[in-house]
């Protein structure tokens, strides 16, 4: 029998995806992608699929908290990722839990809308992830929405980009990675700033291919490379690599949305 404290664990606190393309589910198979043991606490339950959210019922925040709690009890996770948790009083359950179990700061994937635009996390969870849980976050990654929503900056340049990532670790965050997908045109860049140094992480965008869940992978990748002991800025490098790599693998169930291919490198049944 191997030594189960040699495997690396990561715990994601977020809601389920039913669909498998984002959320708890895009999470646990990013870890096993890149060879780590995924925890896993829901937040929300959420009707949806490739392309359309219909409904979401939320877990009490005792529920998240008793999830985190007994898992911790087994096996202390090596990192975090937090996804999206729907209100203020997960937010500040799921804050209140890292901080009294003294868990691993946690990468924060601050969702705040789905790929369909639906709301995932209302303005006062907004409010307490501003107040709670960025203070707490090794690195927080907001796409240029969240970023703009967050901080109240406006972000159409580069200036602007690295204006709110500064802000965000005025938050209290000790790094953030600001994604810059949305921004459009022939670039997919991200600029990284760990409080001392930014750095762009150059890319060129996939010509044609979108994917819900992307955000999702991007922050579990970065959550699972530090698991690793990976450094923080090579981290964030490999995560990139792994989501466009994944991206250019993407596929269709029938008319639904594109979905991620999160076992990229792996061999396809009946291949």
């Known amino acids: 029998m191997v030594n189960s404290q ?27 992608a890149l060879g780590v043991y995924g925890y896993s606490a829901i937040t929300q339950v959420i ?6 959210v219909r409904d979401i019922e939320r877990v009490s925040a005792r529920m998240i908290a008793r999830q985190v709690e007994l898992l911790v009890q087994e096996r202390r996770p090596d990192e975090i990722k937090v996804g999206a948790l729907g209100g203020g009083a ?19 994937d601050p969702v705040i809308l789905s790929s369909a635009g639906v709301r995932l996390l209302d303005r006062a969870g907004e409010a307490a992830l501003v107040k709670y849980l960025i203070p707490l976050a090794k690195v927080v990654t907001p796409n240029v929405p969240e970023a703009q929503a967050l901080t109240g900056i406006r972000i159409t340049n580069d200036g602007q980009m690295r204006a709110a990532a500064q802000r965000l670790v005025q938050m209290g965050a000790r790094a953030v990675v600001v994604k810059g997908g949305h921004r459009g045109g022939s670039e997919s860049s991200d ?22 869940g992307t955000g999702c992978a991007f922050s579990a990748a970065i ?9 923080l800025e090579a981290a964030v490098s490999a995560a990139k690599r792994y989501v466009t790599a994944a991206l250019k693998q993407s596929f269709k169930f029938g008319g639904g949305g594109s979905l991620l291919e999160h076992f990229v490198g792996f061999p396809r049944r009946g291949s």
Do not use: C
């Not at 977020?14 to 708890?24: K, L």
């Not at 009707?47 to 359309?52: D, G, M, R, W, Y």
């Not at 997960?90 to 924060?108: D, F, H, M, T, W």
């Open 6 to 32: 040699a495997r690396n664990v990561v715990l994601t606190i977020a809601g389920s995806d039913p669909g498998g393309g984002a959320g708890i589910q895009a999470d646990l198979k990013t870890f096993a």
């Open 47 to 52: 009707a949806q699929n490739s392309s359309t």
């Open 90 to 108: 997960a937010v500040r359950s799921v804050a209140k839990v890292i901080e009294n179990l003294r868990l691993e700061a946690p990468v924060v």
């Open 191 to 212: 600029l990284l700033f760990d409080g001392q140094r930014m750095r762009w992480l150059r890319g060129r965008r996939i010509a044609g291919a979108t994917a819900h």
């Open 223 to 231: 959550a699972a490379y530090l698991a690793r002991g990976v450094e």
